[in-house]
């Protein structure tokens, strides 16, 4: 119990860091996020990433966003995905689903819904992250998913520059249908 606390403090102290205006405390706060940190510091680094533009600790923070290696940041990453306006930032989220390689297959509608509702460049994240996921894949996420892309093709067509980047996902999608149980 008093580790649990002592390492709640600790985390608290670095989340307060994570948001200090002074450079060097930012940078050494993000050398600890390394060493020190758990899944509770993610939306600081985004909070870094948008109010220090063209700054060497947003580089940091987009790194160690990249290079995450617990589960347990998932809801935190989905958190961001589903709620935040900044496409830069959704396409990081999705870029740090593929390249830490987390398995989020559940939540497979969700990438479809970031790839329908955001740029090209997001959809094509999407895709990669849809094409890389291993199952077992449940039904209502699959037809959830389904779903967000007709409503999708409904609406749009053929020229919209995402369209192809779709079709594949709609693809992909009746691949993982033919896998469930």
């Known amino acids: 119990m008093e580790a649990e606390k002592k390492q709640n403090k600790l985390i608290d102290d670095l989340i307060q860091d994570l948001s200090s205006k002074d450079p060097k ?20 680094l ?3 990433i948008e109010s220090n533009p063209e700054s060497k600790l947003v580089d940091e923070a987009k790194s160690i966003i990249l290079e995450l290696k617990s589960t347990a940041s998932i809801p935190y990453l989905l958190e961001v995905l589903e709620n935040h306006n900044n496409s830069e930032i959704r396409e990081l989220v999705l870029s740090s689903f593929w390249q830490t390689g987390f398995n989020a297959h559940q939540h497979i509608d969700k990438f479809v819904t970031a790839a329908t509702k955001g740029s ?34 409904s609406a749009n067509n ?6 192809a980047i779709l079709k594949n996902i709609a693809k992909q999608l009746a691949n993982y249908e033919l896998t469930i149980q």
């Open 25 to 44: 405390i930012l940078t050494s706060a993000l050398k600890r996020v390394r060493s020190k940190g758990n899944e509770k510091v993610i939306p600081s």
């Open 158 to 163: 053929d020229e919209d520059e995402k369209f």
């Open 120 to 153: 090209y460049m997001e959809a094509f994240e999407a895709y990669t992250v849809i094409d890389n996921l291993e199952g077992p894949f449940e039904e209502e996420s699959i037809m959830e998913a389904q779903l967000v892309l007709k409503t999708y093709f």
């Open 46 to 48: 985004f909070n870094i």
